[in-house]
């Protein structure tokens, strides 16, 4: 069964602090998607990422696909109340369905 | 920017009642989608569509279930003999291939009372 395991499950900062939130696997990603979704609403696509290695930056969000393509993480810099949302991995992996990570439920206190 | 749209945004049925839930994909795209969220928990794969027929189906798409692209640019999913556990939101969503990000629609709340 293919799984991406995201970490952590839950994470509460304040604002203005940096946070990392993980995605892993143990298949290799043709490519990988992060999305967010906020309360009542569709998840919204992010970014995604290809190559291994690759970084990809959106203001103060950066992508980072590992080397391997079976992890990924994204990094917010300097975090704003704006960035609550459940953070979601997602892509396929050879010939199976495509799939989504387990989330990251993200608050931003003000 | 292209939009997946969805209609209704809410519906409320009884119990046993069928429902369809529309959505219009963005127009060039080839694969279309269809998600639920129950409250609180992730999103769940139902179905994917490509080429005019199902191209994959999770354990959830039963008997209960079917899509249909009945022109160009509708993609619905109908709920026969709704239960109280079909309560969620339905999410569909569309890329133009696969390996492709999905494009996601606002999705559809549906409660079953």
């Known amino acids: 069964t293919q799984l991406l395991e995201q970490s952590p499950q839950f994470l509460s900062i304040q604002e203005g602090e940096n946070l990392t939130v993980y995605c892993n696997s143990s298949s290799v990603f043709s490519s990988l998607q992060w999305y967010r979704q906020e309360p009542g609403e569709g998840p919204v696509l992010l970014v995604t990422?290809?190559?291994?290695?690759e970084v990809k930056k959106l203001k103060r969000l950066t992508f980072q696909f590992g080397d391997a393509r079976k992890d990924s993480s994204l990094h917010i810099t300097a975090a704003q109340p704006g960035d609550t949302g459940l953070y979601l991995c997602g892509g396929t992996s050879g010939t199976y369905k495509y799939i989504f990570g387990t989330g990251t439920r993200l608050k931003v206190l003000a | 920017e292209p939009e997946v749209t969805q209609t209704p945004s809410h519906q409320v049925t009884q119990m046993g009642q069928e429902v369809i839930l529309r959505c219009v994909p963005i127009?060039?795209?080839?694969?279309f989608y269809w998600y639920r969220q129950i409250l609180g928990q992730k999103v769940e794969f139902l179905v994917s569509f490509y080429n005019n027929e199902i191209s994959e189906k999770s354990e959830i798409f039963d008997d209960q279930f079917s899509v249909e692209r009945p022109d160009g640019s509708n993609f619905t999913l109908k709920i026969r003999s709704t239960k109280l556990e079909d309560s969620a939101m339905y999410f569909c969503a569309s890329s133009p291939g696969q390996g492709y990000g999905y494009t996601f629609g606002s999705g559809t709340r549906l409660t079953v009372v």
């Open positions: 990422v290809v190559t291994g290695g």
């Open positions: 127009s060039n795209h080839l694969y």
